[in-house]
């Protein structure tokens, strides 16, 4: 177990006061910053997705904007629990700016493998509490929401061309 605290960024869920108050008492915000370079997309299942980081290959410069939080170790095992690491999250470090100075944060990001989807509205409001709570813009949020249900029909989309294409036997694995 570790014995020194951790800075950790948050970008969904935990992003919420009340919630992590209630998981992690001893969690402490040391304020706003923003994960450049990514976007925030939901994924998981198609009517019960959560969110997730993934580098933003647009070049449109698009940042996340987060909550970065000093951890104790004990908060940090209720996180892993909550998050479903290492099966469901992973955890990666990165650099993010704090008054202007660069620190370095773990964070949760989805392992590979989950469909795009939209969020519970319960678990969707979760995260709006936490952006109107830290003055973030919501229009990015819905953005994101939106963006992932477009992708869930693209890849419903693609599902349903391969299907017939096996099933009419136009679809070869070599």
């Not at 709570?133 to 939106?146: K, N, Q």
């Amino acid at each position: 177990m570790k014995n020194s605290n951790t800075l950790y960024l948050a970008y969904g869920s935990n992003l919420n006061l009340e919630q992590m108050g209630y998981r992690c008492p001893y969690a402490r915000v040391l304020g706003p910053t923003e994960m450049s370079g990514h976007r925030l997309l939901f994924r998981g299942s198609r009517r019960g997705a959560v969110a997730t980081v993934e580098p933003d290959g647009s070049g449109e410069g698009l940042a996340v904007p987060a909550l970065l939080w000093e951890i104790t170790p004990r908060c940090e095992e209720a996180l892993d629990q909550y998050e479903g690491w290492p099966r469901f999250y992973r955890k990666e470090a990165v650099t993010v700016p704090l008054n202007g100075k660069p620190v370095e944060a773990m964070v949760y990001i989805m392992n590979s493998g989950h469909g795009f989807g939209s969020p519970s509205d319960g678990y969707l409001n979760t995260i709006r509490e936490g952006y109107d709570s830290a003055g973030f813009d919501t229009a990015f949020l819905d953005r994101a929401v939106d963006v992932s249900e477009e992708l869930a029909l693209e890849e419903d989309r693609l599902w349903i061309e391969e299907t017939k294409l096996i099933e009419t036997g136009q679809f070869h694995w070599w």
